[in-house]
């Protein structure tokens, strides 16, 4: 991604409004948040000053990735390998001493709370509370400080250039939609449906002007599709029969930046009771839709997609909130803005999240549409509509 001055402006207005003269950040998407650049084995830190000015020491061999997408002070290390036994840590302390040496007496922000992050590689490291220890030990008159709710209030809302892509994200998870559309038929595997339509999201991603673009496709169907209810989605051996609601769901990722996605098909013709459950959730996500707008509470965009699948008959069956923020994570029901009954957040122009009306019937199957939103100065923008 080029170089975003708004989100670096976004930034120092934060820094300035708050008590950090700093902030000092070793997960990947915080990472992503303070320099543009998206570790790939999170043994990355990143140190961003009030001023502006951002440093990111990183391993050698992500210098190519960095240099590419960010405009940060870049200071590389040799990561640990099979020529060492030292630690990741270990290895880049010397570097982010270097990094940190103004900040003796400074006041420096750093995440103390639990936190989920996206999957950036197959491995990653996790500093956890041993980048503290390493930064007392350099810093010892400085104060260390959370600035947990400080992060997530900025990675709620997106700045145009990050939008962009969360937009790319979208249009290839559109082709890939396209294809489950094409390829489910009764006899086919989960398995293989999963696989057809993982593999046109790979073809198309690798032509985009992307450094790193990743995608996850699930295929639920019949009973198991009523499992899509829980915390993850999971691609099983069933072989789908004629009749099946059959659900497809998706994230794809551009350079860092996430979506959650799902669509439900059925093999043949519907019936007359999947008819009904398609209607309830396109009526579901309509008003949702008429209910986004800044300054709206997250709970009062739930209550208009939950009251229409109450009409319905189906508010049992509406077994998790409307939705929860997406971007700089797929997956994360706590992720801001959260549209859920008890939810106080308060929308924004740039929050950008899920919104998945659905219906799940244990034994038989479910309907989930779930779109990728974005919160805009009179309503909200669909990502897609497809």
Known sequence: MAVDAERRTRLVEALKASSH????????????LLTGYWPVMGASVAVFHSDGEVKVVLPEDELEIAQKTSDAKLIAYKPAGLHTLESPLAQLAEKLRS?????????????????????TYAVS?????????????????????????????????KTPKELDVMQTACHVAAVGFAKANACIAAGLRETQVAATVQAA?????????????????????????????AAYARTRQRVI????????????????????????FTTGEPSERQKEMFKAIMEARAAGLKAIRPKVLGRDVDTAVRSVMEQHGLGSA????????????????????????????????GMTFNLEPAAYFDGYGGVRHC????????????????
Request: charge should be negative; hydrophobic fraction near 40%; glycine fraction near 8%.
């Open 318 to 349: 509406f077994k998790h909130a409307a939705g929860h923020g997406v971007g700089f994570a797929a997956a994360n029901s706590n992720g801001r803005p959260r549209i859920h009954p008890m939810s106080d957040d308060v929308l924004e122009v």
């Open 241 to 264: 029969e004629q009749g099946d609601l059959v659900m497809i769901h998706a994230n794809t990722c551009a350079d860092g930046y996430w979506t959650d996605l799902t669509r439900t």
């Open 21 to 32: 003269d700093a902030l000092i950040c070793s997960s990947a998407s915080e990472v992503l």
């Open 201 to 229: 999201f790979e073809e198309t991603s690798e032509a985009l002007p992307l450094q790193r673009s990743y995608g996850y496709f699930f295929c639920m169907s019949g009973p198991n599709a009523a499992k899509a209810a």
């Open 99 to 119: 990094a940190t040496k103004e900040l003796g007496r400074a006041r420096i922000g750093v995440l103390t709370k639990e936190g989920m992050q996206p999957a």
């Open 371 to 386: 779109d990728l939103v974005a919160v805009t100065a009179d309503g909200s923008r669909v990502m897609t509509e497809f």
């Open 125 to 157: 490291s996790q500093f956890r509370s041993s980048l503290l220890t390493l930064l007392r030990q350099m810093l010892p008159q400085a104060v260390f400080e959370s600035c947990d709710e400080m992060i997530e209030t900025l990675k709620a809302a």
